[in-house]
């Protein structure tokens, strides 16, 4: 395959674009470890309190690498067409259940979910669930829906809250890999660990199932994520 000069300072660009991105990412984690490692040569053993603050946010510090390290490596199968699927008829409500079930949070309320049976790899429907779930009660307060219905051939899972929302600016953006918006950036209690691959990952295990997001969003009333679902 030939590229055209365009295609090829595109792919460049795109390159640059995702070295900086991770190099930033990865940047803020080493600087805290780095920090505390200094902390703790100089008063870690005198001090208990210094040495338990330390390896705490060590640790944190740590599982955020590997978070995004993981993330990275999922994508990367992902493009080389690495990342197996095994696809099964799935009960969805059932799936939905347990999902629900062992987030185990008291703000995630929920439909009654219709039976319904889809061609599935039910793992990979958990982590592009997860990804919506997560968003919907990091970027919100109060109560977080979750409704499914069914019609003809096809269920609609809804991911509904009622928190910050979504500018229209960068409503086609929000898919890209490592896009945040500013409100989210800004956000006082930033989660360490978000970095703008959950949708990605999400889009490319819906694409894989033929499932259909929409958004609708309002800044500062919440957002709403659709989910069109193929049934068997
Ligand atoms: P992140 O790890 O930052 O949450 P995602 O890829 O999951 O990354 O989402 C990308 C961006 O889309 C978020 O940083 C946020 O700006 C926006 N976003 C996603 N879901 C919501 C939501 N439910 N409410 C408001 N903003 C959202």
């Not at 699927?85 to 259940?97: G, N, R, S």
């Not at 660990?193 to 889009?203: F, R, S, Y």
Request: charged share 30%; hydrophobic share 40%; glycine share 6%.
């Amino acid at each position: 395959m030939q590229l055209g000069i365009d295609a090829v300072s595109e792919n460049f660009l795109r390159q640059q674009r995702f070295v900086n991105d991770v190099s930033h990412e990865l940047r803020t984690p080493l600087t805290i470890i780095r920090g505390y490692v200094d902390l703790l040569e100089s008063y870690g053993t005198s001090d208990p309190e210094i040495f338990k603050e330390a390896v705490t946010s060590i640790k944190t510090s740590a599982q955020n690498m590997q978070n995004l390290v993981e993330s990275l490596l999922f994508l990367a199968r992902a493009d080389q067409g690495r990342q197996p699927l095994t696809k099964v008829p799935v009960d969805l409500d059932e799936l939905l259940k347990k999902f629900v079930e062992a987030y185990n949070s008291p703000r995630v309320k929920v439909s009654k979910f219709p039976p319904c049976k889809i061609l599935a790899d039910g793992e990979f429907l958990k982590k592009m669930f997860a990804a919506f779930l997560d968003n919907a009660l990091y970027y919100s307060t109060d109560a977080v829906k979750i409704e499914l219905t069914t019609s003809g051939d096809v269920a609609t899972l809804k991911f509904i809250d009622k928190g910050i929302g979504i500018d229209k600016e960068d409503m086609g953006k929000i898919f890209d890999r490592f896009y945040r918006t500013d409100k989210a950036r800004t956000k006082i209690d930033d989660r360490e660990n978000a970095v703008g691959l959950g949708l990605p990952i999400a889009k490319w295990i819906a694409d894989r199932h033929d499932i259909k997001i929409s958004v609708k969003s309002k800044l500062g009333e919440g957002s709403t994520f659709t989910l069109t679902i193929p049934t068997i």
